[in-house]
């Protein structure tokens, strides 16, 4: 069992089943998905001269009479149907799924007993988390859920200002009002001041109330689904991750329990700790109670311990002006992400009534017929001694994605069973590869091109030089099998 405590939980294993899905599926989607005017609008709603206000004024009305309380009332998910999804994720290589529990909006996808402004209560009258895991259950699919709540406090500061021009300048926003200010958080401590600059205001509150409650709902949380894991979209609460300093248990006392009581309870249920907790401090006293998060980014090279890369089809929430990436730039993320020890977790974006888009669709399609081929190369398999070799990289800078450009010597490396799986990057590649990481010791046995067969071969010490077959270009990275 886990003490609340740094020292305890730094003990902490990553279980096996995380190590071997490599791949999920993400429903990011809540209430905020109502205006498809995408991800933050509960904040930028409130705040005069933004895009997102702008549509609200003119699509729904002020937000001082039409407040983000209505938008939630008109979220239905009246098609939602998760077993329809939940199979097409499957055979799009997704094994294992995570559902959102509750965004910095406040709203929550489950019945509690802590917050009215809930799905079963209000909107979709449905239990979307509830329903999420029962289909997961179906597939054997490790289950868990994320709380952005931990922000929520300071995030929402937004709902209790007014105009500052115009026919409205002056009348506060409905985030004032008294008969809400459960839902909307009595926050004003938080609130800028003309000419401040919001976007300096803290990311975590120190609001100690506010602690408990985050708490309270976390272990309400875990009571009710059992999570396999649990993700902050914050650093480990409460502490900001500016003070790298002082890592004492007591600032960080909420959250070192919310976590010991994740895995007690699941040792209590499985008799052994099976369950992931994530969050996103890089500094590794922090993270070693759990797994390492990156949002819309990687690490440089091969972790020691799992972590995991996450990312989006488009924005975080569904907007009928995004653009999506491809199943490519997809895949790209993922093979990078496992060569280097990690696993890769996709949103796949859904509208306000449960379904998803045509390019959605054929974004799965395209990677169910990537991973019918190559699922091999990506399940149970464990880092190889490098992660690749070649010239190009992906690029770690803050939330930037861009598409690597792939040349010819670009090749990403995992290992299981004896054999080491090379990703050839350049996916219109030509008729020989070569590949240089291999030592003298290593002997080859044979090589497979994954969904051609066979291939000859040339072994010179360590560099292999390899006959590739001719394929119809699908622009999508194939597979080697080199069996030692």
């Given at each position: 069992m886990f003490e609340p405590t740094f020292e305890s939980l730094r003990t902490y294993k990553c279980p096996e089943w995380f190590?071997?899905?490599?791949?999920?599926?993400?429903?990011?989607?809540?209430?905020?998905?109502?205006?498809?005017?995408?991800?933050?609008y509960a904040r930028n709603m409130y705040i005069q001269g933004t895009d997102q206000y702008e549509y609200h004024l003119r699509t729904y009305g002020h937000p001082s009479k039409f407040g983000f309380k209505d938008i939630c009332a008109l979220w239905k998910a009246e098609k939602f149907d998760p077993d329809?999804?939940?199979?097409?994720?499957?055979?799009?290589?997704?094994?294992?799924?995570?559902?959102?529990?509750?965004?910095?909006?406040?709203?929550?996808?489950?019945?509690?007993?802590?917050?009215?402004?809930?799905?079963?209560?209000?909107?979709?009258?449905?239990?979307?988390?509830?329903?999420?895991k029962a289909a997961a259950k179906k597939y054997n699919m490790p289950f868990g859920m994320t709380e952005h709540l931990g922000a929520s406090f300071s995030w929402w500061r937004s709902n209790k200002g007014c105009d500052t021009y115009g026919p409205y300048a002056g009348v506060p926003y409905d985030g004032n009002d008294p008969a809400y200010r459960d839902?909307?958080?009595?926050?004003?401590?938080?609130?800028?001041?003309?000419?401040?600059?919001?976007?300096?205001?803290?990311?975590?509150?120190?609001?100690?109330?506010?602690?408990?409650?985050?708490?309270?709902?976390?272990?309400?949380?875990?009571?009710?689904?059992?999570?396999?894991?649990?993700?902050?979209?914050?650093?480990?609460?409460?502490?900001?991750?500016?003070?790298?300093?002082?890592?004492?248990?007591?600032?960080?006392?909420?959250?070192?329990?919310?976590?010991?009581?994740?895995?007690?309870?699941?040792?209590?249920l499985y008799g052994e700790n099976n369950a992931v907790y994530t969050q996103k401090h890089r500094d590794e006293r922090i993270y070693r109670v759990g797994v390492l998060d990156m949002e819309r980014s990687q690490l440089p090279d091969i972790s020691p311990v799992p972590w995991q890369s996450e990312t989006c089809i488009g924005g975080w929430f569904y907007d009928k002006k995004a653009h999506y990436k491809t199943p490519r730039h997809i895949i790209d993320i993922l093979i990078?992400?496992?060569?280097?020890?990690?696993?890769?977790?996709?949103?796949?974006?859904?509208?306000?009534?449960?379904?998803?888009?045509?390019?959605?669709?054929?974004?799965?399609?395209?990677?169910?017929?990537?991973?019918?081929?190559?699922?091999?190369?990506?399940?149970?398999?464990?880092?190889?001694r490098v992660s690749g070799e070649g010239h190009s990289h992906v690029?770690?800078?803050?939330?930037?994605?861009?598409?690597?450009?792939?040349?010819?010597?670009?090749?990403?490396?995992?290992?299981?069973?004896?054999?080491?799986?090379?990703?050839?990057?350049?996916?219109?590649?030509?008729?020989?590869?070569v590949i240089k990481s291999l030592t003298p010791e290593?002997?080859?046995?044979?090589?497979?091109?994954?969904?051609?067969?066979?291939?000859?071969?040339?072994?010179?010490?360590?560099?292999?030089v390899i006959d590739l077959p001719e394929r119809k270009d699908t622009g999508m990275p194939g597979v080697l099998k080199i069996k030692l």
């Open positions: 190590r071997d899905v490599k791949f999920g599926i993400w429903s990011h989607w809540g209430p905020q998905s109502v205006p498809m005017c995408g991800d933050w329809v999804l939940m199979e097409k994720y499957y055979k799009a290589g997704a094994r294992y799924f995570v559902a959102q529990a509750s965004h910095h909006d406040h709203f929550f996808n489950f019945k509690s007993k802590y917050n009215r402004m809930n799905s079963v209560e209000v909107g979709p009258h449905k239990d979307i988390c509830g329903l999420w839902f909307y958080h009595d926050n004003y401590e938080h609130v800028t001041k003309p000419g401040e600059d919001d976007s300096k205001c803290i990311w975590l509150t120190k609001n100690e109330k506010f602690h408990e409650y985050w708490l309270n709902v976390m272990k309400e949380i875990i009571d009710n689904y059992q999570p396999d894991l649990l993700y902050s979209d914050s650093w480990l609460p409460f502490e900001e991750e500016n003070n790298l300093e002082d890592k004492n248990d007591n600032l960080y006392r909420y959250g070192l329990e919310a976590v010991s009581y994740l895995y007690n309870t699941a040792e209590k990078d992400s496992i060569a280097k020890n990690g696993t890769l977790l996709l949103n796949i974006l859904q509208r306000p009534d449960g379904t998803i888009d045509e390019q959605a669709e054929w974004i799965l399609d395209e990677l169910a017929k990537w991973f019918s081929v190559n699922n091999e190369a990506v399940y149970s398999t464990r880092p190889y690029i770690i800078e803050g939330f930037r994605e861009d598409q690597v450009d792939w040349q010819e010597d670009d090749f990403r490396f995992v290992q299981k069973d004896g054999c080491i799986y090379a990703f050839i990057m350049k996916g219109n590649h030509s008729k020989t590869a290593e002997k080859v046995q044979s090589i497979e091109y994954l969904g051609a067969g066979p291939v000859n071969y040339v072994q010179h010490a360590g560099v292999l």
